[in-house]
């Protein structure tokens, strides 16, 4: 892997310089070892000619601390009336030209994706060279959902994930992400990575699973209590917060 900084926003009045990290992968065996680092796959920028990975505060289930919260549960059992089942299909066995596919999840993205989601930047996901699986969810033989996912050595990444709205009121978003994480665990993985977790929009997956660490900046961090605090307090987020960090961080390393 190859890693580099490109320059951020500049406050010369507290001499804050800020370079953004990123990575490129140039090989697919270094995928567990990239989402340790605390990177995740960049898809914005439709033109980029290599796999570019950017660095964030990220999300991760820690399989071995995993267990079945009440909210798994509950949403188990009121979606069990409809005997949903998947199947984990290589990408390579899968038809991404699908009109009926992509039009499925055009639909959903329009309706659900905050930065929007065009046939361009998902034809550019879909042909990544990062994607290895997806799982397709069924409810009475009808495709009702799709999670585009990185597999790796015991590395799972739940990227993208698209549902029918229909189904809302059973909470087939969160069963999808619960069925891909439970069979991690099933299959002896080690970590599920859940993308970013910023804002109060993210604590849902805060809330809902167990045996979670985010990552800090610097390391993962199991104290979820503070993650909800980072969260809660992300659009208000000031210099004055990020030198106050920064001051904490320093003082660590002189201990």
Same mark, same amino acid.
């Given at each position: 892997?190859?890693?580099?900084?490109?320059?951020?926003?500049?406050?010369?009045?507290?001499?804050?310089?800020?370079?953004?990290?990123?990575?490129?992968?140039?090989?697919?065996?270094?995928?567990?070892?990239?989402?340790?680092?605390? =990177?995740?796959?960049?898809?914005?920028?439709?033109?980029?000619?290599?796999?570019?990975?950017?660095?964030?505060?990220?999300?991760?289930?820690?399989?071995?601390?995993?267990?079945?919260?009440?909210?798994?549960?509950?949403?188990?059992?009121?979606?069990?009336?409809?005997?949903?089942?998947?199947?984990?299909?290589?990408?390579?066995?899968?038809?991404?030209?699908?009109?009926?596919?992509?039009?499925?999840?055009?639909?959903?993205?329009?309706?659900?994706?905050?930065?929007?989601?065009?046939?361009?930047?998902?034809?550019?996901?879909?042909?990544?060279?990062?994607?290895?699986?997806?799982?397709?969810?069924?409810?009475?033989?009808?495709?009702?959902?799709?999670?585009?996912?990185?597999?790796?050595?015991?590395?799972?990444?739940?990227?993208?994930?698209?549902?029918?709205?229909?189904?809302?009121?059973?909470?087939?978003?969160?069963?999808?992400?619960?069925?891909?994480?439970?069979?991690?665990?099933?299959?002896?993985?080690? =970590?599920?990575?859940?993308?970013?977790?910023?804002?109060?929009?993210?604590?849902?997956?805060?809330?809902?699973?167990?045996?979670?660490?985010?990552?800090?900046?610097?390391?993962?961090?199991?104290?979820?209590?503070?993650?909800?605090?980072?969260?809660?307090?992300?659009?208000? =987020?000031?210099?004055?917060?990020?030198?106050?960090?920064?001051?904490?961080?320093?003082?660590?390393?002189?201990?």
């Amino acid at each position: 892997m190859k890693i580099f900084y490109s320059e951020s926003f500049v406050d010369y009045s507290s001499y804050t310089f800020n370079y953004a990290k990123y990575c490129i992968k140039e090989n697919q065996s270094e995928i567990p070892e990239i989402y340790n680092k605390g =990177f995740l796959p960049y898809s914005n920028n439709v033109h980029l000619q290599h796999a570019t990975y950017y660095f964030a505060r990220s999300l991760r289930i820690n399989i071995k601390n995993f267990k079945e919260s009440s909210e798994n549960r509950r949403v188990n059992k009121k979606i069990a009336e409809l005997n949903p089942s998947f199947k984990l299909t290589p990408i390579t066995n899968f038809d991404i030209s699908n009109k009926d596919f992509l039009s499925f999840c055009l639909d959903y993205g329009k309706n659900r994706f905050s930065e929007g989601l065009n046939a361009e930047r998902l034809n550019y996901i879909l042909k990544s060279e990062s994607i290895s699986h997806i799982f397709e969810f069924e409810i009475q033989n009808k495709n009702v959902g799709y999670v585009i996912s990185i597999i790796e050595k015991g590395t799972l990444h739940y990227w993208f994930s698209f549902f029918d709205m229909s189904y809302q009121s059973f909470s087939l978003g969160k069963f999808m992400m619960f069925s891909v994480i439970k069979w991690a665990s099933e299959n002896n993985f080690n =970590f599920v990575y859940l993308g970013t977790c910023y804002g109060e929009k993210s604590l849902y997956k805060v809330r809902d699973f167990k045996g979670l660490d985010f990552f800090d900046g610097n390391q993962w961090n199991s104290d979820i209590k503070l993650l909800k605090i980072k969260c809660k307090s992300d659009s208000e =987020f000031t210099m004055d917060d990020f030198k106050q960090d920064t001051d904490v961080f320093l003082e660590r390393l002189t201990k």
